[in-house]
Structures are given as structure tokens and as C-alpha cells.
């Protein structure tokens, strides 16, 4: 059965960065793109973007671009976001999501909840 | 950007009621060529990630009850519970796939009268 897996759940400072991992399985890794979407606490769903899985290409929408960064490493089928300086408004929780041909995202990550404060 | 707005913020309806949700975009989600509205619907309860309902617009995800459904076209969408179920309690959130960045409605939570 598809399941994504994610770790990187953490307690942060200020200044520091993160790696949250979304490992993927039951598919074949590279036939399905891998989307973020973020959260903050009590909010709703914020898209941060996506990376074609076949080329590696990312995609950020406009409030994610600079500190972060997503990647990927097909020989584990894992996606990687990494965020750099991170700042107290970072705090929410990170979702990786399997993207689909029918627009939807059909299977998500648990979430990867991110505390940045000092 | 395409702006998602949902309506209304929050609903209570009686069990067995009828619950019925509003999602509006900006601009219209279908793509001509195939006649496809690129709308989804997500159920998320506390603690949960996103569960997909609908997508394109009016297409019941598997497994999902047939108490959901979906209809619109364009720019108008509408997810509606036909009789609450208390397992139904939830923040729904429409979607676009339409065009980059995929945006979503700001959130429907529905709670029991």
C-alpha cells in the first residue's frame, strides 16, 4: 500500500535550519510528483510547491522561495524540505503530499511538526 | 494567483441534516480541452492530515461514503453532506489544480447542532 513516512519533527532556534524527510512507498517513486503544504498552527493549508520526481525540477510558490528548498533522492524514494534561518513564523506542521494526473493529492504524509523558538 | 474563497466559515447542522459548502475561484478551473473542472475537496480532523473526497470537481475519491458529493462547474463548486454523520466533523477545504500555485479555500469547519 502507498504510505508516506515523515521525520524531521523538532524543537528549533532561531537561525538554525531543518531537514524534514517524506519517505515514500508501495509506488513507483518517480511516477507521481511530491508536493509541501504547510500549516501553522490553528491555520489552513498553505501550498509550498513541488518537485518532479523524474527530473528533480522544484517549484516554489512566491512566499517559498529563498530559504527553502526541496530535493529528493530517488535511490531511498524519499523528498527532502529543507529551511534555512528559520524564523518563529516557520512553526507549523509540514506536510509531503503524492500529487496525482486528476489534480488532487491522493496520499499525504503525517505531517512534520516544526517549533522555532529560542 | 487563483484565490479560493469558501463560504461559510462555519457550519452547524443536526445529525442526519444536510450540510452544504461553498467554494468560489477566482477564476474558472476547467480546462477546455477535456472539459475537466481541476477541483478537489479534503476532509482534515485534528491531528489528521488531509483525507481527498472530490476531484474534478464531482468525482467521489474510493471509499469515500456516498453522503459526500460534489457539483459545479467554472468558477462555482459546492461539496455537500447529504445527512451528517457525527464522524463528519471537520475542516473541509477546497482545492484548485487549474494553474500554479495550486491553491486551497481557507477552510469550512463543520460541527454538530
Known amino acids: 500500500q502507498v504510505q508516506l513516512l515523515q521525520s524531521g519533527s523538532g524543537l528549533k532556534r532561531p537561525g538554525t535550519s531543518v531537514k524534514v524527510s517524506c519517505k515514500a512507498s508501495?509506488?513507483?517513486?518517480?511516477?507521481?510528483?511530491m508536493s509541501w503544504v504547510r500549516q501553522a498552527p490553528g491555520q489552513g493549508l498553505e501550498w509550498m510547491g513541488w518537485?518532479?520526481?523524474?527530473?528533480?525540477?522544484?517549484t516554489y510558490a512566491q512566499a517559498f522561495t529563498g530559504r527553502f528548498v526541496f530535493s529528493l533522492d530517488a535511490s531511498v524514494t524519499t523528498a527532502y524540505l529543507h529551511i534555512s534561518n528559520l524564523k518563529p513564523e516557520d512553526t507549523a506542521m509540514y506536510f509531503c503530499?503524492?500529487?496525482?494526473?486528476?489534480?488532487?493529492?491522493?496520499?499525504w504524509g503525517q505531517g512534520a511538526l516544526v517549533t522555532v523558538s529560542s | 494567483d487563483i484565490v479560493m474563497t469558501q463560504s461559510p466559515d462555519a457550519l452547524a447542522v443536526s445529525l442526519g441534516e444536510r450540510a452544504t459548502i461553498h467554494c468560489k475561484s477566482s477564476q474558472s478551473v476547467v480546462y477546455s480541452s477535456t472539459n475537466a473542472n481541476y477541483l478537489a475537496w479534503y476532509q482534515q480532523k485534528p491531528g489528521q492530515p488531509p483525507r481527498p473526497l472530490i476531484y474534478w470537481a464531482s468525482t467521489r475519491e474510493s471509499g469515500v461514503p456516498d453522503r459526500f458529493s460534489g457539483s459545479g462547474s467554472g468558477t462555482d463548486f459546492t461539496l455537500t453532506i447529504s445527512s451528517l454523520q457525527p464522524e463528519d466533523v471537520a475542516v473541509y477545504y477546497c482545492q484548485q489544480s487549474y494553474s500554479i500555485p495550486w491553491t486551497f479555500g481557507q477552510g469550512t469547519r463543520v460541527e454538530i447542532k
Open positions: 503530499a503524492r500529487g496525482n494526473d486528476k489534480g488532487e493529492y491522493d496520499y
Open positions: 518537485i518532479n520526481t523524474m527530473t528533480e525540477n522544484p
Open positions: 508501495g509506488y513507483i517513486f518517480s511516477m507521481y510528483a
